[in-house]
Structure formats: C-alpha cells, structure tokens
C-alpha cells in the first residue's frame, strides 16, 4: 500500500473518532515570492472575534488582508480612527468594549502614497453563554471534559443512526478475507452505552475504499456513503463509489465506475442551499478537478459541471458557501509531511473561479489541510499533523490541528491559536495563548540576509509560503550560530513561542536552535533549547519561565536534511517568529 493510501485510510479512522468526540452543532533566494496569482479583483479584510487565555469575555479582534505586490505598508482603522499599522498581513486588537459591534478597513500605501482600501468587515464582541470543550491544538487533547455526556450520532427521525466504514477481516464461505465493512447502529438518545449492536450493510473484499463520508439527505431521508474506490492492486481502476443506505433498511449502490467516464481519486461531497449536491474529484491523474452535478438521491453523477485548478495536482477537495460564494480549500500532494493550503472562489460553480491563493501559513501550521464544517456560527478547518507517520515521530503522533476560518467577499484566511472552545451557543471561540508580543517590533540579526533582506520580516506576522524569509546570505561569515535579537519593546511574560520555518518539499528540514530571554539585552536565560529538535515548518514552544523579559534571542545552529541528517543550510529560511504572553 503506497503512502496516499495509508495516508487516507488513517485519515478515515481519525474522521469516525472525530465525529464521537465533538460536540454535535450540525446536522531558493530569500526575497519574496509573488503574493498571489493574477490581479485582485476584490480586495477585503476579514475580522475574527476571538479571547486570551484566561478571560471570560471574547472581546479582541484579529484582522487579516491579502498583502499587496503594490504596497509596503497597512494602515488599519476601527469605525474610521486610524489604530495602527503593519508591514505584513495581520493585525490584533485586543481589550475592546463588550457587545458592541466594530467596523474595520485596512488601506495599503506605497511610500507614502495610499493605492486601495479594503472591503470592510465586522466584528462584534460578546460575552459567551454556557461551557464548552477546550481543544489544545499543540497535542489534539481535549483539557477540559464535557458537563454532560451529548448525543452523537444523526438523528433520524425520532433515532439516531451511527454509521461506520471499517477495514477489518471477515470469514466468507469458509474463507478469511480483508475488506470494507460498512455497518449501521441506532440508538433512542444518542448517548453512550445506549447504542445497537452494529448491523452489517455490505462487506467488500480485496478492495481499497478512501476519503469515506456519510451524509444525510434530507429530500430522501436516506444516508449517502461516497468514496474513492480502488483495485486491491494499484491505482489504475480510479473509481467513485456512491451508495445511499435506508435507515433500518438496505443499502444500495448508486454508482460503482469512473464518473462520465473520467479517473477519480481524491473526492468529496459539497451539498449546496437548495440540496443540490456535487461531487468534486482530482482527476486527470490527480493534475486537475472535476466538479459533477448529482442526481436528486446523491449517488449518480448527471453532468460536468467545471474543471478547476488545471494542472496544479491538489488533493483533498473541499467546497463551503458563505453569502453567496463558493470557496474551494485543497492540500498539496506532501507525504506525511506539512504543506500549503490554497483556495479559490467564485459566485457561479460554471463559472471563472479566482486564480488560487495562499491561506493560513506555509506549513498550515505544520499540517496537512483535511476539511471544511460549519460548527455553529463559524467554519472550523480540519488539518492533520502526521506526527506519527515521519522518520522523527513527533511526541503526540497523529491528530487534527483545527484553524478557524473568516471569509469577506470572495477573501478568506483561517489562522492558529493555541485553544479552540467548542461552544454550544456559538460554535468555535478562538483562544489565543496571550497576547502578540512581537507583531511588527525591531529585530536585528548578527549576519546580512540573503538579496538585502532584512531581519525584522521575521516579526510582520506574514508567513504564507510567498511571504518573505530571512536566510543568511553568502556573504556572511561561515560558521554558526547566527542570531537573531528580538526588541518587545515593553516587559512581558511570555507564555508560548511560535517559530515558522522554510520547506523544501521532499527535502524537508529541521532547525537547531536555542531561544534566550534577558530584560536588559545583556544577560540572556535560556527559554528553549532545540538544538536536538527534528520537528520541520511550525514550531509551538511551551514557555514556563514566569520571569518577564524584554528581549529575545533566537540563535540557529544549523539545518539539518530529516531524510538523509546532512546539513540543508540552503533550505535555510525563517518565515516567522511569535511570541505570546502577558506585558507589563
């Protein structure tokens, strides 16, 4: 079995867990790259509400905006008062009035001269009603447990219906066999314990089965189970497998071959506002993808609506709609290993989508971007931090590592933090691990970057994969370490560090490091020490030291080829570099 297929069959499993334990709210040179491909038809920010750690009340705002290639600076403003300024693409807000409603515009400036003004956004700040679940993105664990055991499951009708696809093994005719075993259970109240004893629906052996999902149609009251179907052998047979299951009742295949007659892999189902539903699929041997029409039960494509992203290998489709546009979300063909997420827009599925976009950050926050849900009055995405799978295990192994998504007018981006609330009442609540100590302040570096870069790129909040890096030029003295030294500019605890890194796909690379703290810039204490670290992109270090500091100074060691341990001082590179806690 190749690596895309165990990929997506662990991809599965972590999906069946997932759906158990979440609460239910639905039913080269270091210059920079170009910002994006082609022009900016709408440019606009997007305004996410979100709380520190520790606070009650969700009462900051992040901003986020695509950066310009026709300007240096931002300027951004909260119901038309100028607030502050930034270089890269994101700013906070923080202790702002509670339940009240803020109105944002970013403007961007080329020395000196203003050349466009955002589409606005909202944010309005609250006080949230009832507990939820605490997620800790570092390790995927919940560090808070529920008040009450919640009913999982759908409901049906007056029951509730589990639905599970498993490989497992199955005696037929006397005879052992591997295969796919779908199964149904019900239950009265949707709670633990309370669940029937698994019923089978269908067994198929010697076969691969990937991308699984159930979803319910409502016009039918049946339950659709897509998939990539495969050959136990290769991946040559590239088939769509679509089925609809009768709730206490049989299950019966829809479609069994290759849609309209083109190769499908990767797949997913997107359900539009009217219940129309379609299948998006990489086809074309995984180079482009095909988004079909369904028929009115699901499981029968009846026409070619578009092909999108020709030619740029993308996997794990996925579509959402938010006021009137469609925003597809895909990852990038990586191993185990992290990679971009990108999307594209449109307000007509037939029609001209965007040319695609960077979202999130270069290493998706050292994951691989998996899916998109609306929980409550958000959109969470789903991302998996192969930890288990690399040549260096990470401590936690495998899990999701979930963003949270804003969207403005054709515009999106979804950004990290440390703790995601799943709240009943509202949905996902952003939980920043305190506040942005370094966003936008001087940082000076021992050694020039490469093509006259300068050092203090690592601290403007911009780390998409064609934001700009620092990488130590050539022209600097051999040896290491090389250092960089952090200016806060006030005293603060600091709680967490988050360090972004260079990746060169199949030559991925660690980075050796040591991050000290020092309140005069003089004597330093050692904060972190990484000079054994194997982890490669995104870097989220605890710090317990309760002593405020002033400055930081991060030193690299070296870089270091994961695959081979040699040394990739040429994949050389850092994107970014946070620290979050408490000034005093």
Known sequence: MNTQSQQTKVCFLFFVMWLYSLPMFYSVAAQPKEKNTGAINTWAVTATVFKLAGETEVRNVKLNWMQREDANLYKIYRDSNLIGEAKGNTYDDYDLAVGKTFTYYVEAFKDGKKVATAESQQATTFTPSGKGKVYDNLNGKYITTESSNKPGGMKIGNLYFSYKIENTEKTVDGQQLKGWLVTESYSKTGLNGSWSTPRELAFYPNVKMEGNAFRYNPKTGKVVLSSHYEDENGYTAAKIYLAQITPKGKLEVGTMERPLGHDSRDQSLFIDDD??????????????????????????????????????????????????????????????????????????????????????????????????????????????????????????????????????????????????????????????????????????????????????????????????????????????????????????????????????????????????????????????????????????????????????????????????????????????????????
Not at 306 to 318: Q, S
Not at 412 to 441: C, H, S, W
Not at 454 to 472: E, M, P, V, W
């Open 275 to 584: 219940n129309t539903a379609y299948l998006l699929s990489a086809t074309n041997t995984n180079s482009d993808i095909n988004i079909y029409k369904l028929d009115a039960s699901w499981t029968k494509p009846v026409e070619l609506v578009n092909t999108i992203c020709k030619g740029l290998h993308r996997e794990t489709p996925a579509i959402i709609k938010k006021d009137g546009e469609y925003y597809f979300f895909s990852s990038k063909a990586s191993g185990w290993y992290p990679s971009q997420t990108m999307y594209t827009s449109t307000t007509d599925l037939a029609g001209e989508w965007t040319p695609i976009r960077e979202i999130g950050n270069n290493t998706t926050f050292d994951a691989q971007f998996n899916r998109i849900s609306k929980v409550g009055t958000t959109y969470g995405v789903w991302s998996y931090h192969w930890g288990a799978q690399r040549k260096y295990k990470t401590p936690d192994g495998n899990f999701p590592r979930i963003s949270i998504a804003a969207f403005n007018k054709g515009y999106a981006f979804m950004d990290y933090y440390r703790y995601l609330e799943f709240n009943d009442n509202y949905g996902i609540i952003p939980v920043q691990n305190g506040k942005n100590l370094t966003l936008n302040v001087p940082v000076t570096s021992a050694v020039p970057g490469a093509k006259g870069v300068k050092a203090d790129c690592i601290t403007d909040g911009a780390s998409l994969d064609s934001s700009t890096y620092f990488q130590k030029s050539s022209n600097a003295t051999i040896g290491t370490p090389y250092m960089f030294t952090v200016d806060m500019q006030k005293k603060a605890r600091i709680s967490e560090i988050n360090l972004s890194t260079r990746l060169v796909n199949g030559s991925e690379a660690a980075y050796k490091y040591t991050i000290e703290g020092s309140l005069d810039g003089k004597s330093y204490k050692m904060l972190v020490d990484g000079r054994t670290n194997w982890q490669v992109g995104f870097l989220i270090l605890n710090v317990e030291d309760p002593t405020a500091y002033r400055y930081l100074r991060l030193r690299i060691y070296g870089v270091v080829n994961v695959h081979k341990g040699n040394s990739a001082m040429w994949a050389d590179g850092i994107y970014e570099f946070t620290a979050l806690g408490i000034p005093e």
